[in-house]
């Protein structure tokens, strides 16, 4: 059974910094890596939105209301992917979450709480 599980969160104030880390159980490394992966959130009251993605080749894609200030990443060894965030926003306080591009619906884990505020 495949699991993804996000971390790193936490409360930080407006212009700070957080790493979000997804690790992937359930499949190969080699499966992983041809996998298109994103990084999404939901805010309450809100739909949940893909923030970034990456693809099997590391190409990226961002929202425009992140971009410039997030970068996705993947370590396709270590069946892992992250999502570095500065110059953090109380607009970006939300549930992040990871999973494949499209996403899968099994795949949806817990999710990290990102809390932006001072």
């Known amino acids: 059974q495949v699991q993804l599980v996000e971390s790193g969160g936490g409360l930080v104030q407006p212009g700070g910094s957080l790493r979000l880390s997804c690790a992937v159980s359930g499949l190969s490394g080699s499966i992983f890596s041809i996998y298109d992966m994103g990084w999404y959130r939901q805010a309450p009251g809100k739909q949940r939105e893909l923030v970034a993605r990456?693809?099997?080749?590391?190409?990226?894609y961002y929202a425009d209301s992140v971009k410039g200030r997030f970068t996705i990443s993947r370590d396709n060894a270590k069946k892992m992917m992250f999502l570095q965030m500065n110059s953090l926003k109380p607009e970006d306080t939300a549930v992040y979450y990871c999973?494949?591009?499209?996403?899968?619906?099994?795949?949806w884990g817990q999710g990290t709480q990102v809390t932006v505020s001072s």
């Open positions: 990456i693809t099997d080749r590391s190409s990226s």
């Open positions: 999973n494949r591009n499209p996403a899968v619906y099994d795949y």
